[in-house]
């Protein structure tokens, strides 16, 4: 069969040792990313199988209804709101999205850009490679209010880590994640007003999904104090459409650390964060990290090899084994 796998930039998928388990079959790897749908549905005409890496690229209707061959989508990570189900069932094509991310790659990732942004290490790392010597005094974090929103997998071992290093650590967010958040002994903010205005740092580690599209709003962020860190590793469009860029540069808050943009990959540093002093940006790289790479890309060939098997795992639209 021929196998596709697109948007691995770092072309990754080759090197792993699961690959070996697809011997026999022709594998087409793409390191780039095809936005238009016209021009990604010629790439993957001939595809038997498509393996999709995490969200980075968008499966349509336009897209799936111009690949004639495709059998089977094999996801890595659970979350196919990415894919139209609807019209994968349709053409009879198999969605199998199945295994767990690990939370500590991006929670590491969380505290890496907040340490940097506080301390201007992006900065002084430039200002010492072009010959000069210190420019900034940084900020510390003793004593300094830690704000988590979503107090979840990887919320908690941000949460963690602030405690360690003698922050006062409080929350935000659904009462079933504020909830857990008392149970493991944090404070949880006793408004939504507070927890904006008073803390120091704010961490967003919300699932995107209808609920949270934009639930960070811009009167939120005005209430920030202008001294304060915003740090987004979870998704762009939790932080409301066009609010983040014009807060920022109104100073409420002063500072923010983002890994993750609307539309990705970023190239070019064609976006106005990137170009700003006060931001510091890395390319969604939470999630990239070795072990995590192993395991994604582990499960989504044996997803392969089980529809192969005539017996598919994971399966995201269950009616189409109806057919």
Request: proline share 5%.
């Amino acid at each position: 069969m021929k196998i596709a796998i697109i948007d691995d930039y770092q072309d990754a998928f080759r090197k792993l040792e699961c690959t070996q388990k697809l011997a026999g079959h022709e594998l087409l790897v793409f390191t780039d990313t095809e936005k238009d749908p016209a021009k990604l549905a010629e790439r993957l005409k001939d595809a038997d199988i498509v393996v999709l890496t995490q969200q980075r690229s968008k499966m349509p209707r336009a897209v799936v209804e111009k690949l004639p061959k495709l059998k089977l989508i094999s996801q890595t990570g659970r979350n196919a709101y990415h894919i139209d189900i609807e019209a994968c069932t349709e053409k009879g094509v198999v969605i199998s999205a199945g295994g767990a991310g690990n939370p500590n790659p991006t929670a590491e990732l969380a505290w890496a850009l907040i340490l940097a942004a506080l301390r201007r290490i992006p900065q002084e790392v430039q200002r010492l490679k072009s010959g000069q010597w210190q420019g900034s005094v940084g900020v510390g974090l003793s004593g300094k209010t830690l704000g988590i929103y979503a107090y979840g997998r990887i919320g908690s071992l941000v949460a963690q880590v602030g405690k360690a290093f003698g922050m006062r650590v409080w929350c935000w967010g659904r009462e079933g994640s504020t909830a857990k958040a008392k149970a493991a002994g944090f404070e949880v903010a006793p408004s939504r007003e507070a927890f904006f205005a008073e803390s120091d740092i704010i961490s967003l580690h919300l699932p995107l999904n209808d609920g949270t599209r934009g639930i960070v709003t811009a009167a939120d962020l005005a209430l920030m104090k202008t001294t304060a860190l915003i740090v987004n590793t979870s998704r762009a469009p939790i932080i409301a459409k066009d609010a983040l860029v014009p807060a920022l540069k109104a100073g409420r808050p002063g500072r923010a650390a983002i890994d993750v943009f609307e539309e990705e990959p970023v190239l070019n540093a064609n976006h106005p964060l990137i170009g700003m002093d006060n931001v510091v940006c890395t390319p969604h790289l939470g999630y990239v990290e070795e072990r995590t790479y192993d395991a994604y890309y582990g499960t989504a060939v044996e997803q392969i090899l089980a529809y192969i098997a005539g017996a598919p795992i994971n399966v995201a639209n269950p009616d189409v084994l109806k057919k």
